[in-house]
């Protein structure tokens, strides 16, 4: 079985920056679709990057109309983003941005590897997405150039603060605060009178784990009825509020449920998930990094675009 994936797409997660992918388009006649300043988008250049896109929409199995207006949407936005790339390439020129061989090629190995690929392999996916070696390097060249220039643009202005984080931890504190999750016994008896009768005997401290193994008619009676870690929220509402009131050592009235007569014991209650505003920081900062600099480079790209001259014809 053949390994196909889209290497293109996968290297824009490698290098964290987005693009589209190209595939190949050898029988379109050409012609400028965009102007860009002093740079131009040809309909080739457009084609050849829609194309993953346009074999999937043919191959929706969607209406005649609905595939042209998809299609139309889709060469729209990758038209914007040609368009986009084409401004970031101009400015990486202008602060004299540069990328080595060596770091296209430290790329290309970790791509490679990343998705588990002899070279061999590396190579027939390269030809099954209609590329050759040499596109592939000058894609990879200009994802680097790009999240380059938006590390000397965009990213280095970007400051976190810890009242910006201490705020977020606050705001999300409920998710820091972790989920309780219990580690239950349980006996089971498909006798009511009897099984009372053993609610009697850990009401005189009888030890539960004892009783399970010598009474209870559960798979997992051997083990001293131990069920295991649960989020009782997953639980029938008469099995949750009767276990909810409990504290670590304690255990519930006899319940009637689906499979007979049962006695849940609270082994242990843990917090899964908890972070203390220290452990959380790192998360934190990162997500707010994160946010921080999608809405600086979209204010950065629009000024850009403003002061370009663009002119598109498609």
Not at 7 to 24: D, G, K, Q, T, V
Not at 31 to 52: C, F, H, S
Not at 118 to 139: I, V
Request: glycine fraction near 4%.
């Amino acid at each position: 079985m053949k390994k196909k994936i889209n290497l293109l797409i996968f290297s824009l997660m490698i290098i964290n920056f987005s693009f589209c992918r190209p595939a190949a388009a050898s029988d379109i006649v050409d012609r400028v679709v965009a102007i860009v300043n002093d740079d131009i988008v040809t309909l080739v250049q457009l084609n050849k990057e829609t194309m993953p896109y346009r074999n999937d929409i043919e191959s929706s199995g969607y209406p005649a109309g609905k595939k042209k207006q998809m299609l139309k949407q889709i060469s729209k936005k990758v038209l914007d983003v040609l368009i986009d790339r084409s401004l970031t390439q101009q400015e990486a020129k202008r602060y004299h941005i540069t990328v080595s061989d060596t770091e296209i090629n430290n790329a290309l190995e970790n791509i490679r590897k990343a998705k588990s690929l002899n070279r061999e392999e590396f190579k027939n996916a390269l030809k099954e997405e209609g590329l050759t070696l040499a596109e592939y390097r000058e894609n990879i060249k200009k994802q680097i150039l790009q999240s380059r220039l938006i590390n000397y643009s965009v990213k280095s202005k970007v400051i976190i603060t810890d009242i910006d984080i201490k705020k977020q931890y606050k705001a999300d504190f409920k998710k820091y605060s972790g989920r309780k999750k219990y580690h239950l016994r349980n006996i089971l008896m498909d006798n009511e009178d009897e099984i009372k009768e053993i609610k009697k005997k850990l009401d005189r401290k009888k030890k539960f784990i004892t009783l399970a193994k010598k009474y209870s008619m559960s798979p997992n009676a051997s083990d001293g009825g131990d069920l295991g870690m649960f989020d009782i929220n997953n639980f029938s509402a008469s099995i949750k509020n009767s276990i909810s009131k409990l504290k670590k050592g304690d255990y519930t009235n006899v319940i009637s449920t689906p499979n007979g007569f049962q006695i849940f014991y609270v082994e242990d209650i843990v917090l899964e998930g908890k972070k203390t505003y220290e452990q959380a920081y790192n998360e934190i900062h990162e997500k707010l990094y994160r946010k921080k600099v999608k809405k600086k480079f979209e204010a950065w790209l629009k000024a850009l675009k403003k002061k370009a001259s663009i002119k598109i014809m498609f």
